[in-house]
């Protein structure tokens, strides 16, 4: 028959395993959530390119903000070259296919985006305004993968 004592003591063991069990459940969705963030960081995690072409590891929102980013390096005086390179070299084929689709096509003269004049001017009319040499090069390697038709 147990006694009491043995009874708390059972009790003690219990609370043992539930504080070990709920620390679990802690750390797994701790992991699950830190996982989604390291899914968030597209801008540094490679993906293989190689392979996985076809699916895209982006979401259309992040595909709006790299091309933001991508118009931003470009518009106005100069261009930001080793943001354009920074923010599309881990980009796998089709996640490149959404960011020039979400780059749309603004209106391109000298060096800027003009409300007036310049034709609308896809991502890649963009890059060879404003993009030249080794510079140009790499840029187009980069968007091989994505099989828009760029050479
Ligand atoms: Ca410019």
Do not use: C, H
Request: hydrophobic letters at 40%.
């Amino acid at each position: 028959m147990l006694s009491v004592k043995k009874l708390s003591k059972l009790n003690y063991q219990n609370k043992i395993i539930i504080a070990v069990v709920v620390l679990l459940i802690v750390l797994f969705i701790y992991f699950l959530k830190k996982k989604d963030v390291d899914k968030i960081d597209f801008k540094t995690k490679p993906t293989d390119g190689s392979q996985k072409n076809s699916v895209s590891t982006i979401t259309d929102t992040q595909a709006r903000t790299i091309a933001r980013r991508l118009f931003d390096a470009m518009d106005r005086l100069g261009t930001d070259e080793p943001a354009i390179i920074r923010n599309t070299e881990n980009l796998n084929g089709a996640s490149l296919q959404k960011v020039y689709i979400a780059f749309k096509k603004p209106k391109y003269w000298a060096g800027e985006e003009s409300g007036l004049f310049g034709p609308p001017t896809d991502l890649f009319g963009w890059f060879e305004g404003e993009l030249g040499g080794k510079d140009l090069t790499d840029v187009k390697s980069i968007w091989r993968k994505s099989n828009l038709g760029w050479l």
